[in-house]
């Protein structure tokens, strides 16, 4: 029975693909899979106590949400929480769009963090956090916010998670880990480097989803080559690339990845 499911609603970088105004041969590409929305991915599972239950939780919520969710439906058919790698633009500037699944589920959505990324949520989206400052009583999201620490596990709903502590330039960052049932799978996106302390969090892995940006070498991502390093320490079952910028066309990457690597895209659906 199928354990773990993700889709990647977005692989894209924070420009996304095409880029505004740019006719190199990536952007200009009629190949679906280099279409790419901002980076974001939607896990889900069986419920813990009520397999009937099939729980949803985003990665982050991309400036494309809303363009993604309609794009996804049966993805994003409900939404029981979500977890923020950091707050980047590109990662948060969708969050109004969870007041729609307010309604959805007819109740306050979870949302899980580090303190300072909770801060920074907080600052940029005052009419949400102070909602009695208010002016009107108006569709806004209803949030409840965890405050979740890298290296330490929380439950949601019968699955293990685990932030875990990486790099996104000199800014400390989070990736997570998601274990059910004997699966196991990390999502690392915005990376350029990996502590000493969360190698073992990926370790023992049938999925790592790792940031990839481009070819040369960049001061906040991953390169090709390093991601493949990265991927080789690691030695999980099977790993998928993203979060690419332009320089990356889709199938010129998969033909030269070795075998149980691959790049993602958007609308690629993994299920472990």
Known sequence: MPTLELTFLGSGTSAGVPMIGCHCAVCRSENTRDKRLRSSIVVSYPDGGNAEIQRTFLID??????????????????????????????????????RRFNTVMGRAIEIHAEADVLTSLHQTFPYIFERSKHPNDGYIANLIAFAREAGVPFDLCGATWTPIRLLHGRLPIVGYRVDMAGKSLAYCTDVSGI?????????GLDLLVLDALRYRHHPTHFTVDQALAAVAEAAPKQALFTHFNHEIGHEELAARLPPGVAPAYDGLKVTL
């Open 61 to 98: 919520t991309s400036p494309d949400l809303r363009q993604q969710a309609l794009r996804e439906p049966e993805a994003l058919s409900r939404l029981d929480g979500v977890l923020f790698t950091h707050a980047h633009a590109d990662h948060i500037f969708g969050l109004d769009e969870l």
């Open 195 to 203: 502590p000493p302390e969360s190698h073992p969090l990926l370790q």
